[in-house]
């Protein structure tokens, strides 16, 4: 039998007692079934909880036991889960470019992007300073493969040769995507995106150089102008409220794909009313 529990999580063992709190077993000595058991060997049972407050989660997540004894590694990447984004660049033409991305991160209504200093992309923003930041759902996870290893750049640098990059000219017809224009910059949005953000180049910077070393990638701030929203992602009830479980990005782990899971516990971030993050320039809206 599951517990549903407000403020506290308990564990809940196989034979339905549970440990920890005032008066039951200590989880430091004892099983959850009860069994004496020296610190800090796991349980063999695994925490089955139901979590909830306000209003409850009904979802149950299992937890297994751990020990937590961390070990020093060195791994070849850090990619421990970031948002996909298909970003829009201007090509010398005029043609427009597309290329996924996974290292980005927001701040109000500034954007950090970490691009390859060599690639097609960071050139087009370096030298048209505008783009749009396009997020696919799972439901674009394919074509964003497509473009997975695909480049605008002609020669395709060595690097990416190694890595098995192709020159592409058409990543709209790789991809098999369509496009929107835009209302503030010249690159076009895509249409199958639920997310796209018009904007503009504020600052740029070398990411992770040293003197005894050539710099690799280039960090760009960039500026959101225009958010426009698939209205199917929005709140009931509220035109500027994107409803997070409505929205499902695509997202990245270790160059794996993946999609965001259910909400797993009541967050007090969300108590605070959403319109008291709104940056000041956005104030009036």
Not at 33 to 54: N, T
Not at 91 to 120: F, I, K, Q, R, Y
Not at 156 to 171: F, L, S, T
Request: charged letters at 20%; aromatic letters at 6%.
């Amino acid at each position: 039998m599951n517990s549903v529990v407000d403020q506290t999580v308990a564990p809940l063992g196989e034979c339905g007692t549970i440990s920890g709190g005032a008066g039951l077993p200590n989880p430091r000595t004892q099983g959850c079934c009860g069994s004496l058991r020296r610190a800090p060997e796991a349980s063999p049972c695994s925490k089955l909880i139901k979590l909830g407050r306000k209003k409850r989660i009904s979802q149950s997540v299992r937890l297994p036991q751990t020990q937590y004894m961390n070990i020093p590694v060195e791994p070849s990447i850090l990619y421990f889960g970031a948002p996909v984004v298909l970003i829009s660049t201007l090509n010398e033409d005029a043609t427009l470019n597309v290329a996924p991305m996974s290292s980005a991160w927001w701040l109000g209504w500034n954007c950090m992007l970490g691009l390859g200093a060599t690639g097609h992309t960071a050139h087009n923003l370096q030298r048209e300073k505008e783009c749009v930041l396009n997020l696919p759902s799972v439901a674009q996870v394919e074509a964003v493969n497509r473009l997975a290893r695909t480049t605008g750049s002609k020669p395709v640098p060595p690097h990416k040769v190694a890595m098995g990059y192709r020159h592409e000219k058409d990543k709209i017809g790789i991809a098999n995507l369509s496009t929107e224009p835009s209302a503030l910059v010249r690159p076009d949005r895509l249409a199958e995106c639920p997310v796209q953000l018009e904007a503009v180049l504020e600052t740029s910077r070398p990411f992770g150089s040293r003197p005894d070393k050539d710099t690799t990638a280039i960090a760009f701030e960039v500026r959101v102008v225009r958010a426009h929203v698939n209205p199917s992602i929005l709140l009931d009830g509220h035109e500027n409220r994107v409803d997070p479980n409505k929205w499902r990005p695509l997202m990245m782990s270790f160059c794996r794909f993946y999609g965001l899971g259910e909400e797993v516990f009541p967050s007090t971030l969300a108590e605070i009313p959403e319109s008291f993050y709104r940056p000041v320039a956005h104030m009036a809206r």
